[in-house]
């Protein structure tokens, strides 16, 4: 490393004098003074070291600057470059960590010209492409930002004016309202007020029969007395039969006047949950991004061999009873807990990795279950009903956490490194939901199983989906472009559940073959690896954990295996 103190020499320091540098060797790993720099230069052991002045030194990325030019273990030069291990070494290395490794090379040999190498140029220029390539993307997001911009000033007038015109049309239907409302008093009381006319006339004609019956009786002769009672008597059955004629005519019925809201709006709070739907739709974008040379970096790229799966050994660890049915999900907690969904029964079961129960949780629907992190997992619905939510689900609260809404069926599911979830919607395709905005999309594929069920898992930048109608699995890109499709009847018969290993090896289940295969990661390799002998029995789900190398198989009706892989 280089000293910590610029301004003084390393060699004069040594001897307690203070001089300024004026140069740094690399070879030597010193600054060096005037002095110092001339007698470095004419001395035979380091007359041939190549020198840079120390303005010019501190030029260079820190990151280069604290570049170790020698062991740091064993405080020696190094001389030798291990291809194997990509690294350099000092002699005591080669000795004690490399004395296997055949491929050992001279360091002078193999960093020389390394300024004008090809692997050199094409750092450069790909260091060139890659910020030409940022420019254009930020330029890209900064004009999608633009016109997000513009769009929500749009929608924010739309919304308005959507809003202006529904109440306009609510104060005409209230403007229409009350003139009905006057019209209707208007009526019932022009009834009313003519009908007490009429009473009001024969209550005073009656009073004027009272009186005069007074005077008769007091003033009036027998005779007199006779004929007048006769008259008063007709009279009288007048007035009974005008009684009587308004309570039976419904005349007296006492008449209110009241409002019957309309259904739909009355039910508008309840029924209407929104003004309306903010949708977002992930246009392809139209960047075009294309590298002057394809090339592979040399010794700075080691390119992983994927591991053949004939060598691949299973060896039975557990069976697990799970006293349920219809199993179509599972999965392997970090702890080793093991969580399966029971379709019928509306239920997920937590297994303890000893093979006890844990708890059971009911839902109003289960289908398939991943997990998240912080003792969050998710469950699908596997239903289009109101019931189609995606439950998020704290395991060890014991309760519901959250809902996605989605709206539609929902199946088999798994999630990506960033936060994507994928799920099986049947005629829909492929739908995803990105967990940290809420932002719905698709995934183009091919078709999906509309009557059974299709399950989905990812590995690196591919996603794999199986088809138990067409007997098919597939293999795309999240762009939806295929990249293989595997279909052998004679070996897998109604593949559902599915899942990688850490070398994108594709595990599936045949319910009707009654198995377990393993597809290579490319696709042209297959090799049954489970069978109803090792007791599959019409499975429907199975889980690859790639931080124990273990593979769970759950059969239909409540029995799954626990299986240790080795390859």
Not at 377 to 386: D, L, P
Not at 412 to 424: M, R, S
Not at 448 to 463: G, P
Request: hydrophobic fraction near 35%; glycine fraction near 4%.
């Amino acid at each position: 490393m280089m000293a910590s103190n610029w301004k003084l020499c390393g060699v004069c320091e040594l001897r307690n004098i203070s001089k300024q540098s004026v140069i740094w060797c690399s070879d030597c790993e010193e600054d060096l003074c005037d002095d110092c720099r001339e007698h470095h230069g004419l001395s035979k052991g380091s007359r041939n070291h190549e020198t840079v002045t120390i303005a010019e030194y501190q030029k260079l990325p820190r990151n280069v600057i604290q570049i170790a030019q020698s062991c740091r273990k064993h405080d020696q030069k190094y001389q030798i470059f291990c291809k194997k291990h990509d690294c350099p070494c000092c002699k005591r290395c080669v000795v004690e960590d490399h004395n296997k490794c055949e491929d050992l090379k001279d360091l002078d040999d193999v960093i020389e010209g390394i300024k004008s190498s090809n692997a050199f140029q094409d750092i450069e220029k790909t260091l060139n492409e890659v910020k030409e390539h940022i420019q254009i993307i930020r330029k890209n997001r900064e004009e999608n930002l633009a016109s997000l911009k513009e769009q929500k000033k749009n929608i924010e007038m739309e919304i308005q004016k959507a809003k202006t015109s529904i109440n306009n049309h609510l104060d005409k239907l209230h403007q229409a309202v009350l003139r009905d409302l006057d019209a209707t008093f208007e009526t019932e009381n022009k009834k009313i007020r003519q009908l007490l006319s009429g009473v009001e006339k024969n209550e005073k004609e009656i009073e004027e029969f009272q009186a005069g019956l007074a005077n008769i009786k007091q003033y009036a002769s027998e005779l007199q007395t006779f004929l007048a009672a006769k008259d008063m008597e007709r009279d009288l059955s007048k007035k009974e039969k005008f009684v009587q004629s308004l309570i039976k005519s419904g005349k007296l019925n006492h008449p209110q006047i009241s409002w019957k809201f309309e259904t739909i709006l009355q039910n508008i709070v309840i029924d209407i949950k929104s003004f309306g739907e903010i949708i977002v739709v992930n246009e392809p974008n139209k960047i075009m991004i294309r590298r002057q040379k394809d090339h592979q970096a040399q010794q700075l790229i080691a390119v992983p061999v994927p591991k053949s799966i004939d060598n691949m050994t299973l060896t039975l660890r557990k069976t697990i009873d799970i006293n349920a049915n219809e199993i179509r999900g599972c999965t392997i907690m970090p702890n080793g807990r093991m969580m399966f969904t029971c379709y019928n029964q509306k239920k997920v079961i937590a297994i303890h990795n000893d093979g006890t129960k844990d708890f059971v949780m009911k839902l109003d629907s289960c289908f398939d279950i991943d997990y998240i992190d912080n003792n969050i997992i998710f469950v699908t619905s596997g239903t289009r009903m109101f019931l189609s939510n995606i439950i998020l689900f704290d395991i060890e609260k014991r309760k519901v956490s959250g809902k996605l809404l989605v709206e539609e069926y929902n199946g088999g599911t798994v999630l990506t490194n960033d936060g994507t979830l994928i799920y099986c919607a049947k005629e829909n395709g492929l739908k995803t939901i990105d967990l940290n905005n809420g932002t719905k999309g698709s995934i183009r594929s091919a078709p999906l199983s509309t009557s059974r069920y299709s399950y989905v898992t990812r590995f690196d930048k591919n996603i794999i989906y199986t088809n138990p109608e067409n007997n098919t699995v597939t293999c795309s890109d999240f762009q939806g472009t295929t990249q293989w499709e595997f279909k052998e009847e004679r070996v897998l018969k109604g593949p559902q559940g599915i899942s990688v290993d850490k070398n994108g090896n594709v595990y599936v289940v045949g319910a009707e073959s009654n198995n377990v295969v393993v597809i290579s990661h490319d696709g042209k390799r297959h090799r049954q690896i489970l069978s109803s002998t090792e007791g599959i029995t019409n499975p429907l789900a199975l889980h690859y954990d790639q931080s124990s190398n273990s593979l769970l198989v759950a059969n239909k009706q409540g029995r799954a295996f626990l299986f240790d892989v080795k390859q």
